[in-house]
């Protein structure tokens, strides 16, 4: 009798040991890949996980390889639709991490369903200033693995951010309204590589009218601010006509904008009605329509 309850014991062990196995083996290569926007440490240029619209979408490239240069996608990781929502980031379907390998993640915003990973990590993610949108490049700190499935991504703006604020000189009491800001001599269209490095034709350039914060400039509203997104560039100059009852040009200061930054100016009208130009200063990326929200404004709807 001993014997049989010893052959039944050693038959109910054998079998829980192999659909162990077994539950083992179909969950290999059946992990996963997880997100998780932002990290501690972050500097100016990068978007925090909370700044990202809810319900936005931005695409990944989910690859084996830790270098732009070389593409090794990972199978269903060319360009998958990430939703932004509550502070979490769900793929439109799910990326599995390969066994015994690291996958890398490569992200972009916002999310265009025609893009590939080999094309995008080749010549970069095209950009289109003419629609001011803020192109957001990033990469996972480290790769994911089956244990440990959740990498944290880093995105940082792609464009460089032009801030024009217009005074009045303290002697200067007319009152002004200008219905735009236009820039002249900005760089229309260029592709920024995950590496940072731009692309862009010099000869394509255009001029963009923007609608200023407050449009007067009285003893209410001492200030006129007015934003730009451009191409990081090495050098460039850039010329600001002021529409509105004082129609005025003006060279702002040739200079290299890099992607991320915030580069704010002074333009003083004096009491001639001349304009006085001061010097670049750098800060802090904020929005002006939306508080709480680093990310550029304009291109979220409602």
Known sequence: MKKIALSL???LMLVACSSESSETNQNKGNVALQIELGYKGQTRSVIESKSLPD???YGVFATTTDSPVKVGLVENGDNRCVTYASGNSTFDSPVYIPEYKNVFVWAYYPYNESFHAE???????????ETQTD??????????????????VIMRHALARIHVNVYRSEYNYRDYTFNSLEFSNVYAKGFVKFNNNVVYDEKALISLSMVPKN???DENNQLCEV?????PTKGQDIQLQLHGTLEKKVSL??????????????VVINHEEQLQVGSWYITQWQDL?????????DDVTE
Not at 253 to 266: K, L, M, R
């Open 55 to 57: 319900n936005s979408t």
């Open 215 to 217: 449009t007067t400039l």
């Open 135 to 152: 192109y957001l490049l990033g990469r996972s700190d480290g790769g994911a693995s089956e244990s440990s499935p959740k990498v944290p």
């Open 289 to 297: 329509e939306q508080s709480g929200l680093e990310i550029w404004a």
């Open 9 to 11: 014991l050693a038959f």
């Open 119 to 129: 094309e995008i990590m080749e010549q970069g993610m095209p950009v289109d200033i």
């Open 253 to 266: 200061p040739s200079y290299s904008y890099d992607a991320g930054e915030q580069y704010n100016i002074d």
């Open 227 to 231: 934003d730009l997104l451009v191409i």
